[in-house]
């Protein structure tokens, strides 16, 4: 058990000392929100600003350096329980951080929310306090530069099929898969369209395909879809007969281990809409 102490030593009004023209600059600096280094006469920027390299002794130039203020975070321990004195009442990392610019590390703290953002490499900014009197603490702590942020989104719409898309639906209520084929390069498109994509002539001839077609590629699905809840379901390519590209689609009635490429299928028709591609039944 350690002892209860039985000696004080204290400068009522506090001890008064005087800075020197290194370190007074360096917090005169810091009250007007800027962080300066001093030069070596090895061209090392300190920072803190030291009055004598310590690598050699020599004074160092009378050249102060503006640097950071960002920086990055050299080496870090984590406070999970802060105390009185410490600078933050919650969690924090100390870290030696090298300011953009300086060729020393500072003592400082990080505020970074949770062990788990800090890393070395982490980049920091000051957090400065409002109403700064010429301290280190003018810094409050420094904090991990944005990388990220988090935007609410949510959009309401109302989808319009426009014209093309439009007559498309309305065929599919007649069981009927209404495709266009372009004057130029003659490509058939389904869902009919009102451009070729390819050649950008304007489409006016319109021609029915399918409702047979091809699976061209496809995908086993483990993973539940409104549209198709039972799992695993398949969702396939397919080239309609008489269109050049295919259509992406349910394929069911078929075991989904079974389906296989260059299957032909046949669209099944519900309600006014395609419902899924069966296997094409043999005649
Ligand atoms: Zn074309």
Request: with cysteine.
């Amino acid at each position: 058990m350690p002892s209860e102490p039985n000696h004080v030593l204290e400068f009522p009004g506090g001890y008064t000392r005087s800075t020197g023209p290194v370190i007074g600059r360096f917090l005169t600096e810091l009250r007007a929100g800027r962080i300066v280094g001093v030069r070596t006469a090895a061209k090392k920027v300190l920072v803190p600003p030291l009055e004598y390299d310590p690598l050699t002794g020599e004074p160092t130039l009378p050249e102060f350096v503006e640097v950071g203020p960002a920086g990055t975070v050299r080496e870090w321990t984590w406070v999970d329980a802060p105390r009185k004195n410490h600078p933050l009442d919650r969690p924090f990392a100390w870290a030696l951080i090298r300011l953009d610019g300086a060729d020393t590390s500072l003592v400082h703290a990080v505020d970074g929310g949770s062990l788990k953002a800090m890393r070395t490499g982490l980049r920091v900014w000051p957090r400065w306090r409002h109403d700064r009197v010429g301290s280190i603490t003018d810094i409050e702590c420094f904090v991990p530069e944005v990388t990220t942020i988090v935007a609410n989104v949510r959009t309401e719409y109302t989808v319009t099929p426009g014209a093309a898309l439009a007559r498309y639906l309305d065929a599919l209520t007649r069981n009927v898969f209404l495709a266009g084929r372009c004057p130029s390069c003659r490509s058939v498109y389904v869902p009919y369209r009102l451009s070729c994509p390819q050649c950008g002539s304007v489409i006016e001839e319109e021609l029915e395909v399918g409702p047979s077609g091809t699976v061209t590629t496809f995908a086993i699905n483990n993973l539940p879809d409104p549209r198709a809840p039972q799992v695993p379901f398949v969702s396939a390519y397919i080239l309609l007969d008489g269109a050049d590209i295919p259509i992406i689609a349910l394929l069911a009635e078929i075991p989904a281990t079974e389906v296989v490429e260059g299957m032909r299928v046949r669209a099944v028709f519900e309600g006014g809409a395609v419902k899924w591609f069966a296997p094409e039944r043999e005649a």
